[in-house]
């Protein structure tokens, strides 16, 4: 028989991942491709597909092989070998996009000298360079287990050639062209036409991401989409005959993808779309998973790495989904058929982006329904003002208008889909991510393909909601001991630190004390505290905010226990505490997220939500303790609430919105510029802890907040009297204890 299309690009898809890890790119991972696509060779008992099989393989064998020696070749591979990866390197490169004047990561390609081909700069802070143009660099090459890994941190360039030549300078001319129509909005643009992401706000790729729209900003297959369809409108009006149309189609659609650097997701997209096109002429069928399968394989073909680019995944993942959605639900409601493609390309894309970015947002089902209507009418326009700007400037500053509102109310739908409560989901990014969202996908496909029997769908709903609440309770209910959440407020005198360990014996760590020139509470009382109840790693650690008695001890227990996960304001501050806070979560490994309101971290059934800041919040000239991070902790119905040294301008902010808790962890160490009796009318915590100094010439806890603590009925526990404090629930009652010696 003769082997479909699907089969052989998955065979040379396993033999191009084993050809890489046999080259030494992947490790041993690779190999698993192998036994589980002979083990399918072998049930299928097929000879004639598996001989194309085997073919295949062996090509991707040799092609991985190829492409890995290619890469040996380069820059990249040759500063980046083992044993040879650090140090001061030097190139001639012509950049392939402007250099962001305040400094930051810029693309560019190596063009002369002892290597070649791609590669990454992170250009010093006063120096303007224009795309396109030619440079002598030197610099720092950054070592393993840097952020900047793969990266070389330019100290000195020197110009050469200051024309904007090739690629590089006409996304220049584009840039510019974009500055001058769009304004402020100009890296919003940069970013959906031309996949240009640097100058854009982190505030804003974290806004898009919350609400499930991160697609957008970063230039995918729907974006190529939207401008073939587009194209097909303009070109249908010229009286063309239907080759000549597609011709033209496809020169200007190679044409976008080149100026994007044929990136994978929109390579596979213009495959797709020049694939339909000639069947459409031909009048042909082609099956939609040939369609996909054989888009994918030409892009392994152009790109041998793309089976490591994890937009490609996403990109082949949420398109066949779309396509198998709409399929399946042909002959359902108009609702069903509605929402179907956005459910299935949200829940089987799940686990690719919690494995690599530990964030899923459920909430783009619905803010996809508006948001990519939307543009799809907008981003052909940003792409019609821009050329337009050649030929007829009065002409693309009205369209540039119009798109322009279109930009803004896409923002909107963004802010509004932030904002919504458990809309998005962080978690820690890596297998155990993968493997809950797994999960998930495994449930409703289940649910998907019960027959249509009421009694049966009833069934299964009710077997999967018993296994969901087994599971949530598998950490709280145990015969023979109590599987509680333990809250530890530490004794690090003037600052801040607590310690929570989950029912399932993880460990997250608030802050970590103060550090002076004589003492660092982190090395002195945290760490010791974790060792001796047998922490051996850290699933996540917060720094509520960047003053020293909250701050100063964490750089030293990230550095000791290397945690998964780092949820900080995300505000840049000058401060060396600072800085030297983030070269050690960067030397640690551990992914960093920058709290906003909304964010919602689940671990072993304790809920970790954060309550503020939010963007909009962060960008007031408010004092640095007001901008810091307020968290809710919840397992089963009991709630604890850590508001660091938030004050009266955040309780005022957060009226209404937290609700009454078990315990409050008071803020500002008690200072009278916190507390108020609004605050503690909502809250009426039963228990109050304060983290103090003893003697401390603060005048911490004010007599008047201890005042308003006792006529709102709260017990008050302070580190200065009774030493460290531990809080122990199990989702219901609660006690507390105090042991002066920890």
């Known amino acids: ?35 589980v696509l002979a083990g399918g060779l072998l049930v299928e008992r097929r000879a004639p597909l598996g001989a194309a099989t085997g073919v295949m393989l062996v090509a991707g064998l040799l092609w991985g092989g190829a492409a890995d020696r290619e890469r040996a070749a380069d820059c990249v591979g040759k500063w980046g070998r083992a044993g040879d990866g650090a140090g001061t390197r030097a190139a001639l490169v012509r950049l392939e996009d402007p250099a962001p004047a305040g400094g930051g990561v810029v693309d560019a390609e190596a063009v002369a000298g002892t290597c070649g081909g791609a590669l990454r700069l992170r250009w010093p802070d006063g120096l303007r360079a224009p795309g396109g143009t ?10 393993e287990g840097s952020k900047d890994r793969g990266v070389l941190v330019v100290r000195r360039a020197r110009l050469l050639d200051s024309t904007r030549r090739g690629r590089g300078g006409l996304r220049d001319r584009v840039v510019g062209r974009a500055d001058t129509l769009f304004g402020a909005r100009a890296p919003m643009v940069d970013a959906l036409v031309i996949a240009r992401r640097t100058g854009l706000d982190p505030d804003v790729r974290e806004r898009y991401a919350q609400a499930g729209l991160a697609h957008l900003l970063a230039i995918s297959g729907l974006h190529v989409g939207f ?22 189609a496809a020169v200007l659609l190679l044409g ?23 069947t459409r002429l031909r009048q042909r069928v082609v099956a939609p998973a040939g369609s996909i399968t054989l888009a994918a394989l030409l892009v392994m073909l152009v790109d041998p790495w793309s089976v490591r680019s994890v937009g490609a995944w996403l990109s082949v993942t949420a398109v066949a989904s779309v396509i198998w959605a709409r399929r399946a639900a042909e002959r359902s409601a108009w ?8 459910v299935a390309a949200t829940i089987l894309t799940a686990p690719i982006t919690a494995f690599a970015f530990g964030t899923v947002a459920p909430i783009g089902v619905l803010a996809n329904l508006v948001a990519i209507p939307l543009a799809g009418v907008a981003v052909p326009g940003l792409v019609l003002a821009l050329a337009l700007s050649w030929l007829w400037p009065w002409l693309a500053s009205l369209v540039a208008a119009g798109s322009g509102l279109g930009l803004a109310l896409l923002d909107l739908i963004a802010q509004g889909a932030a904002a919504v409560p458990g809309g998005h989901v962080v978690m820690i990014a890596g297998w155990g991510a993968a493997a809950v969202w797994l999960g998930v996908a495994a449930a409703a496909w289940w649910l998907w393909t019960t027959p249509r029997r009421p009694w049966l769908v009833a069934a299964r709903i009710a077997f999967l909601t018993t296994v969901l609440v087994a599971t ?29 360990r989950t029912p399932a014996g993880r460990w997250i760590v608030i802050d970590g004390g103060p550090r002076t020139p004589e003492s660092d509470a982190g090395r002195r009382v945290v760490i010791p505290f974790l060792r001796r109840h047998g922490a051996r790693r850290l699933a996540l650690a917060v720094a509520t905010h960047g003053d020293a008695d909250h701050l100063g001890g964490l750089p030293a227990v990230v550095d000791a226990f290397h945690p998964a996960l780092v949820l900080e304001p995300g505000e840049p501050l000058g401060r060396p505490l600072y800085l030297e806070f983030l070269a050690a979560v960067e030397a640690a490994g551990s992914r960093w997220h920058p709290a906003r309101r909304g964010d919602r971290i689940e671990l072993d059934s304790v809920t970790l939500e954060v309550l503020s800041p939010d963007s909009l919040w962060l960008a007031l000239p408010l004092d640095v303790n007001e901008h810091g991070v307020v968290l809710r902790v919840s397992y089963g119905g009991v709630r604890l609430l850590f508001q660091a040294d938030a004050g009266l301008p955040v309780e005022g902010r957060l009226a209404g919105r937290v609700g009454q808790v078990e315990v409050l962890k008071v803020g500002h160490h008690g200072s009278a510029s916190a507390t108020s009796d609004a605050w503690l009318a909502e809250l009426r915590p039963r ?35 009774a030493g460290t404090i531990t809080f122990t629930t199990d989702g219901h009652a609660a006690h507390i204890d105090v042991h002066h010696h920890d």
Not at 239 to 248: D, E, K, S, V
Not at 256 to 270: D, E, I, K
């Open 687 to 721: 228990e109050a802890v304060i983290s103090v100094g003893a003697h401390n010439h603060y005048g911490h806890p004010a007599p008047a907040v201890l005042a308003r603590l006792r006529r709102w009925g709260s017990e008050i526990y302070r580190t200065d009297q």
């Open 335 to 342: 609702p069903v058929r509605l929402v179907a493609p956005a």
């Open 472 to 500: 949530s309770l598998r950490g709280v209910v145990s015969l023979d001991e109590c599987r509680c959440l333990s809250v530890h407020f530490l004794d690090v005198g003037q600052g801040d630190a607590a310690v929570l």
């Open 1 to 35: 028989m003769r082997p479909p299309i699907v089969w052989i690009a998955v065979a040379f898809g396993a033999g191009l991942w084993v050809g890489l890890s046999f080259f030494g790119a992947w490790g041993l991972g690779g190999w698993v491709g192998l036994p």
């Open 134 to 143: 030619t440079w002598v660099v030197a610099g720092r090459w950054a070592e």
């Open 227 to 248: 401008i073939a369809a587009w194209l097909g409108v303009v070109l249908g009006l010229t009286g063309l005959g239907p080759r000549p149309r597609l011709a033209a």
């Open 256 to 278: 976008y993808v080149w100026l994007l650097g044929f990136p994978a997701p929109a390579t596979r997209a213009a495959l797709m779309l020049a694939l339909a096109g000639v």
